[in-house]
Antibody
């Protein structure tokens, strides 16, 4: 059974760096075809894809966040991470991590965490 | 970026009614199209991938079709548990982009 869980600071101030952790089980990020993606959703709004990291350490970012994103992984501890620098109120959202599997579902997100709520406020 | 135009933004369906939701891509996405269902306060759940492949465990009343730039999700026989928000996602080209969503309610 694949499970993922996001953790983050909850609240942070403008200009700070948001650090999110995705702890997962049921798959390994060292296995061919596996990946973890990050997606966010402001309250009552739609979904925005942020970044992906793959088993071979290939990374992709959404350019709309203008180089503020860094995605990484710790394969030994089954974790993936996302950092967003210089946050502002527009970054207030629920942040999801999700598993991707090229081998079975062509790489789209097929299992999601419960989401971590992040509020940016002074 | 590839724009995904999803329609309608909302709809209301009766029990047993067949429902269709559309996504139009701004360029060919070669069937790299997925559909998700999201219920209030919950994370999205994958329904369809590769335009027409049913994810394991998803009821067969859900189906997907389309190619090129035009895709659709069909629910054959609306059930109460089908209420929620539906999103399409294109995974053809980075940045991946979602449709704006469709809110489906039971009439």
């Amino acid at each position: 059974q694949v499970t993922l869980k996001e953790s983050g600071p909850g609240i942070l101030q403008p200009s700070q760096t948001l650090s999110l952790t995705c702890t997962f089980s049921g798959f390994s990020l060292s296995t061919y075809g596996m990946g973890v993606g990050w997606i966010r959703q402001p309250s009552g709004k739609g979904l925005e894809w942020l970044a992906n990291i793959w088993w071979d350490d290939d990374k992709y970012y959404n350019p709309s966040l203008k180089n503020r994103l860094t995605i990484s992984k710790d394969t030994s501890n089954n974790q993936a991470f996302l950092k967003i620098t210089n946050v502002d109120t527009a970054d207030t959202a629920t942040y999801y991590c999700a598993r991707m599997n090229i081998g079975t579902t062509t790489g789209v997100m097929d299992a999601w965490g419960q989401g971590a709520s992040v509020t940016v406020s002074s | 970026d590839i724009q995904m135009t999803q329609s309608p933004a909302s709809l209301s369906a009766s029990l047993g009614e067949t429902v269709s939701i559309e996504c139009l891509a701004s360029e060919d996405i070669y069937s790299y199209l997925a559909w998700y269902q999201q219920k209030p306060g919950k994370s999205p759940q994958l329904l369809i991938y590769a335009a027409n492949r049913l994810q394991d465990g998803v009821p067969s009343r859900f189906s997907g079709s389309g190619s090129g730039t035009q895709y659709s999700l069909k629910i054959s026989g609306m059930q109460p548990e089908d209420e929620g928000d539906y999103f399409c996602l294109q995974g053809s080209k980075f940045p991946w982009t979602f449709g704006g969503g469709t809110k489906l309610e039971l009439k």
